[in-house]
């Protein structure tokens, strides 16, 4: 148990200082000899656990990926415990995919560029599609159990109204990382009200809300 503690501390590491240099140096600047040096730690080792710079780079987009869905899910519950309405746990999911806070701006980069580093290297594609394949995944589970309380109209798409709403937020969040003003993060989190407003127009028989 400690040696598989110790595996994940010793990953964490490594994955952190991928982190810290994609922020610092950009991502195509990225050599398994920098991440050592930036872990403190030597190259064999960081070779030990990662076979490739694609194998790392992967590691560090699911890491960020997992961190985010982490939050998601809390906010998601939090919605449930104050019985809100499906149409709010979505609004406040979507929230943690905005750069509102300096971590989440953090976040929002490191997906960006992995993004576009997978669009140059087929390698780095397969765990970039799964990430996008959850989040659809998430918003038609929403859509359909907004179906199912009575906020959203059985005749709705769920796949490709989800599809859209994920890129709503996407486009979003990119605007947000460069135009990020008090007055543009309320426009963006409105921008999404409204289209979830749109997307769950009726009451709730669950809750009488």
């Excluded at 598989?4 to 991928?18: F, K, L, N, S, Y």
């Excluded at 080792?45 to 997992?66: A, N, P």
């Excluded at 995944?137 to 009575?150: H, I, T």
């Excluded at 709403?165 to 999404?192: E, F, I, P």
Aim: aromatic share 4%.
């Amino acid at each position: 148990m400690v040696r598989t503690a110790d595996h994940a501390a010793r990953r964490a590491q490594i994955v952190g200082a991928v982190k810290r240099l994609m922020l610092e140096v950009g991502l195509s600047h990225i050599t398994i000899a920098g991440v050592a040096q930036s872990a403190d730690i030597s190259v064999g080792l960081v070779q030990h656990y990662y076979s490739s710079k694609e194998e790392l780079l992967l590691d560090t987009y699911r890491t960020v990926c997992e961190d985010v869905l982490a939050r998601v899910d809390a906010a998601v519950v939090r919605a449930e415990r104050r019985h809100e309405r499906i149409e709010q746990m979505l609004l406040d999911a979507l929230d943690q995919f905005l750069p509102l806070t300096k971590k989440r701006a953090d976040e929002v980069q490191l997906v960006h560029a992995f993004a576009g580093a997978a669009l140059e290297n087929a390698a780095l594609q397969p765990g970039y599609r799964a990430a996008l394949a959850e989040h659809q995944a998430r918003a038609e589970r929403a859509l359909e159990n907004g179906k199912l309380c009575g906020e959203v109209d059985p005749s709705t798409d769920s796949r490709a109204e989800a599809y859209a709403l994920l890129a709503l937020t996407d486009g979003l969040a990119a605007r947000l990382l460069v135009q990020k003003s008090r007055a543009q993060q309320s426009w963006a989190r409105a921008a999404l009200a409204r289209e979830a407003a749109r997307l769950f127009p009726g009451e709730c028989r669950r809750h009488g809300a």
